[in-house]
């Protein structure tokens, strides 16, 4: 439901789509940010990327502003599909070059599946936040 309301944070649907968007893009090396973990702390910091805890809610990302970023696209339709297209490029750009890796400002570089890794968490993150839970196998 493109109307959901969040159970935390201050983004609705669209400006999450659009959030994840620019994720994938840093994940698939199309938007490049500088590193702003600083290098002492990078090892604890991807012990938690690794791990199965999840992000907790409410997280405050050090490179997003304190409020929702303003909508890009004039449709939540035409957010999705850039969604789409930005995942599309992230599996294509590493079947490419299985061990490229990608820079993120808060886990550093990352190759595929540490990139997975974080992309799953992350994207599980904002679909608990919508009310969207994961099935159990």
């Known amino acids: 439901d493109p109307h959901a309301v969040a159970r935390w944070g201050k983004m609705n649907m669209q400006q999450m789509v659009e959030h994840m968007t620019d994720v994938f893009m840093c994940a698939n090396g199309k938007l490049k940010l500088a590193i702003v973990t600083p290098p002492d702390k990078l090892p604890a910091i991807r012990d938690f990327l690794m791990s199965d805890k999840p992000f907790k809610q409410n997280t405050k990302s050090p490179v997003l502003p304190a409020e929702p970023?303003?909508?890009?696209?004039?449709?939540?339709q035409a957010a999705i599909g850039?969604?789409?297209?930005?995942?599309?490029?992230?599996?294509a750009i590493f079947d490419k070059h299985p061990e490229l890796k990608t820079v993120n400002p808060v886990f550093g570089e990352l190759n595929f599946n540490e990139n997975v890794q974080l992309l799953y968490k992350h994207s599980l993150h904002h679909l608990q936040q919508f009310g969207i839970e994961p099935m159990q196998y």
């Open 69 to 76: 970023i303003p909508l890009k696209k004039h449709t939540m």
């Open 82 to 91: 850039k969604l789409q297209e930005e995942i599309i490029h992230f599996f």
